[in-house]
């Protein structure tokens, strides 16, 4: 007597041979992780920018650059603009690590974390490409200044403002307006990467970003003047 195959059972060899069909996920499996599609979908879109502007940019391109579809593109990020200021919130993430913040260490320690001086010769370029995009980007197109101002400029000042309140009251930093304070540490720390020179042209003498900073912090926390 013969028996007739089960149609439900695979006909191919190995472990999965075994699994009936009709037990079986349906339907296309999820192929990429969110989080991991929206950090390489950032990194594209950074490069377009980058290279043709964010006005010579169309989803369309961005889309394309990563390699997904349009409509894929448009479920993570539902507009140009919603691009652009997601950037900018990595951005500021890229530029200070506000998880520092509340570790109780030395401040030039402190300082060296919260600014991320120790990082790569590549990261450090990576952080003063972005600026200099940004900074771009907010002068041709208004509204995306207001963008940058908000996620990198006002938002941050006022969490690095609260972060030196904190340190006044602990008695580790002595200031009369923790804003201007906030304010002078981004325009040290920070503008130091958009105003540096990057080409045989600049001042000569200047040392590498990280020994830059290392300086800067010094200058901060022990001063100019001899003791």
Not at 71 to 76: D, G, I, P
């Amino acid at each position: 007597m013969s028996t007739k195959p089960n149609r439900n059972v695979s006909q191919c060899s190995g472990e999965e041979a075994s699994v009936p069909r009709e037990c079986r996920p349906r339907g296309r499996q999820k192929v990429h992780d969110t989080e991991t599609l929206k950090s390489k979908i950032l990194d594209v879109a950074f490069r377009t920018f980058q290279k043709h502007s964010y006005k010579g940019s169309t989803m369309l391109r961005v889309a394309a650059n990563a390699g997904i579809s349009k409509r894929t593109l448009y479920e993570v990020f539902p507009s140009k603009p919603e691009l652009f200021t997601q950037m900018a919130i990595r951005h500021r993430s890229n530029v200070v690590d506000l998880t520092q913040m509340d570790e109780d260490c030395p401040l030039d320690i402190a300082l060296r974390k919260i600014f991320k001086v120790d990082q790569t010769d590549a990261e450090h370029q990576r952080q003063i490409d972005e600026m200099r995009l940004f900074f771009a980007e907010s002068i041709a197109n208004p509204e995306l200044g207001d963008l940058v101002r908000k996620h990198c400029g006002a938002g941050l000042l006022d969490l690095l403002a609260d972060w030196v309140d904190t340190q006044k009251k602990k008695g580790t930093i002595v200031t009369s307006s923790p804003r201007d304070t906030a304010k002078y540490l981004m325009d040290i720390l920070v503008g130091a990467r958009l105003y540096r020179p990057d080409s045989p042209e600049g001042p000569s003498g200047i040392s590498d970003i990280r020994t830059y900073l290392e300086h800067s912090i010094a200058h901060l926390v022990h001063g100019l003047q001899p003791r």
